[in-house]
């Protein structure tokens, strides 16, 4: 089946700008990650949906960033009045419930979006 | 604060070789391990889950995971070329929310 696809795959724009940024998980997954990568460093964790319930907000770095998700379907993420350190490549994934142990939290991301701030 | 640990290498082994990868973690409360491979600008590939301790075979990898010591471990036996990359550990952690805590990866070079 498709994997997590992620769009556009690379997004160059200029400081101040708001950008939006989608996912669509894999088919039948729950859960939906994002995941913030910085040239050269480790993942930083954004938010987390599952299902209908609240998202986990708990990794936005400000409030200049904001997720929706409806239902079990697409995500985007949408930064609005850019700055330079919002360039990173930005990865979604998704796993097929929340938590818990075994195979369901296993999480697949997409190809993800570089996003460049001018 | 989760902490995964990794040393950043670069680790480099020859062609043929094994390569051993290892992670640590902060926290007892862990409850699911995993290893992805990155290779250089794409995204991180689920390689190998473990949950219990133990070995866990794969192929040409084997996960080792010590729960008392705190520690997880990759194997990749007959290390190819094509096998270099970096090895990111992440760790689930049942009190965490449901993010994976990712550590900062291992760069693996496998020399022919």
């Known amino acids: 089946g498709a994997g997590v696809s992620q769009s556009p795959s690379n997004k160059v724009t200029e400081k101040g700008k708001d950008v939006e940024l989608r996912c669509d998980p894999i088919?039948?997954?729950?859960?939906l990650y994002w995941y913030r990568q910085r040239l050269g460093q480790g993942l930083e964790f954004l938010i987390y949906?599952?299902?209908?319930?609240?998202?986990?907000k708990s990794g936005l770095p400000s409030d200049r960033f904001s997720a929706e998700r409806t239902g079990e379907s697409v995500s985007t993420l949408t930064i609005q009045r850019t700055q330079q350190e919002d360039s990173a490549v930005y990865l979604c994934?998704?796993?097929?419930?929340?938590?818990?142990?075994?195979?369901?939290?296993?999480?697949?991301f997409g190809p993800g979006t570089r996003l460049t701030v001018l | 604060q989760k902490e995964v640990e990794q040393n950043s290498g670069p680790l480099s082994v020859p062609e043929g070789a094994i390569a051993s990868l290892n992670c640590t973690y902060s926290?007892?409360?862990?409850?699911?391990f995993f290893w992805y491979r990155q290779y250089s600008g794409k995204s991180p590939e689920l390689i190998m889950s473990?949950?219990?301790?133990g070995d866990k075979e794969d192929g040409r990898f084997t996960a080792q995971l010590n729960k008392a010591s705190q520690y997880v471990s990759l194997l990749i036996r007959d290390s190819q070329p094509s096998d270099s990359a970096t090895y990111l550990c992440?760790?689930?952690?049942?009190?965490?929310?449901?993010?994976?805590?990712f550590g900062k990866g291992t760069s693996l070079l496998v020399t022919p």
């Open positions: 992440a760790v689930y952690y049942s009190n965490s929310g449901y993010a994976l805590n």
């Open positions: 088919s039948g997954h729950t859960a």
């Open positions: 994934a998704s796993s097929k419930t929340r938590g818990g142990g075994g195979t369901y939290n296993e999480q697949f």
């Open positions: 949906f599952q299902g209908n319930s609240a998202p986990d």
């Open positions: 473990i949950y219990s301790n």
């Open positions: 926290d007892r409360g862990s409850q699911s």
